[in-house]
């Protein structure tokens, strides 16, 4: 789930978040922003004053859902939730945050590619198994594998349009 920190995609304040899932029963929650880690601490902290509060143990969990994104993508970023398992996949995971910072996109949004993610939790790494990676929205990285071809066709066509001008100046 999302907070005002994943801008332009929330406006739930984490005291609303929190209060929420405690209402439908969760255990848990995943808190992914957006290409960031904002958040997370004032997250914890209320999740522990609901826990104080209401006697429960709902469960505080970190996340991030990144812009995965090659050098040579022709298609639009994709996005990919990961959820570390542990401090160790935490910290991996901060790692790759902060890295995706020195790879902004023209709109400056911070990208993650396959380099990094290999880097900090491939294997060989003290993150790797210590990050599960899944699937997000309709932009997520399985979706986009799915949505390619039409994203293909309507460039091509978008293409063909301008030939067709270039050919046919009096149309």
């Known amino acids: ?14 005291k609303s978040l929190v209060a929420r899932c405690g209402e439908l029963g969760a255990r848990g929650i995943v808190l992914t922003h957006h290409g960031t880690l904002t ?11 609901y ?5 429960t143990n709902m469960k505080a969990i970190p996340g991030c859902e990144v812009y ?18 542990d401090k160790v996949g935490f910290r991996a995971l901060c790692k790759i945050v902060t890295a995706s910072n020195a ?3 023209s709109r400056k949004y911070p990208r993650v590619n396959i380099h990094l993610l290999m880097k900090y939790a491939g294997p060989g790494t003290s993150g790797h198994g210590h990050i599960i990676a899944s699937s997000a929205c309709m932009q997520g ?8 071809n ?5 460039q091509l066509a978008g293409a063909k349009t301008k030939i067709n001008m270039l050919t046919s100046p009096n149309d």
């Open 1 to 14: 789930i999302h907070s005002w920190h994943s801008l332009k995609d929330s406006a739930q304040t984490m």
């Open 39 to 49: 958040g997370f601490k004032e997250f914890v902290d209320t999740v522990d004053k």
């Open 51 to 55: 826990n104080e509060k209401n006697n």
């Open 68 to 85: 995965f994104e090659e050098d040579d993508d022709v298609t639009k970023r994709k996005h990919l939730v990961l959820i570390p398992t």
């Open 103 to 105: 790879r902004l996109d």
């Open 141 to 148: 990285v399985l979706c986009m594998v799915l949505r390619e």
């Open 150 to 154: 039409d994203y293909i066709n309507k």
